[in-house]
């Protein structure tokens, strides 16, 4: 990962020096390393100083100048990986893209518009795409979970109006069939109170029980 800007970003610098625009050009291949690396290669020791390289088979040309506090970068579920921020030195020539964030203050969507324009100023040969917000970027990798948890709730409220639907329809067959029972009851001389207190007991067995009637 790029990350010129990460202590910008409110990642917090453990150990070492932040990059400054100084660094730029000396042709020295630093980086920093977060603190799962840290903890994963070098287990109770210093980074600072040892050499590293980008890849399995490249050389261990580019220098541990500090320690960057862990930060999630593309799962917000996940755990941390280890991760390595590079100085420019070290990526030109070899990446193709280069993720760059922008802190504003006032409307970020005015400024999204802006930035284009001003980065062809600085360099026409810099193309900049897939500009999006940190909200809009959180959105998107928790999407799949707020589909499932909307099919969740989805599927809850169906299983709730099929039980209600079900409850009725026994309350509907218990009435229809003691309604000679029912008749005879009121004929004795029983309220109106009494006889819904006799359903609503016996439906009460079917609802918490699951006993048929």
Do not use: C
């Not at 040969?125 to 948890?149: A, F, G, K, W, Y």
């Amino acid at each position: 990962a790029a990350g010129t800007t990460a202590w910008q970003a409110q990642i917090p610098l453990r150990a070492g020096t932040p990059f400054t625009w100084r660094d730029w050009g000396t042709g020295k291949r630093m980086a920093f390393v977060n603190e799962t690396l840290v903890s994963t290669a070098f287990p109770g020791t210093s980074p600072i100083g040892r050499m590293v390289g980008q890849g399995t088979r490249a050389a261990t040309d580019v220098e541990i100048v500090g320690i960057m506090g862990d930060a999630r970068y593309h799962d917000v579920r996940s755990p941390i990986p280890p991760q390595t921020f590079f100085n420019l030195d070290s990526l030109l020539g070899g990446v193709m893209r280069i993720g760059v964030y922008v802190r504003v203050a006032g409307d970020e969507r005015q400024v999204m518009r802006i930035i284009p324009g001003e980065v062809r100023r600085i360099d026409p040969n810099i193309v900049v795409t897939d500009l999006r917000t940190l909200d809009d970027q959180i959105n998107t990798r928790i999407s799949n979970e707020r589909m499932l948890s909307f099919l969740s709730m989805g599927f809850a409220a169906l299983a709730t109006i099929l039980a209600v639907v079900g409850v009725h329809g026994v309350l509907v067959f218990q009435v229809a069939r003691r309604t000679r029972e029912i008749g005879v009851r009121m004929g004795l001389g029983a309220g109106g109170a009494g006889i819904v207190r006799l359903v609503a007991s016996e439906m009460s067995l079917v609802v918490l029980g699951g006993l048929p009637a």
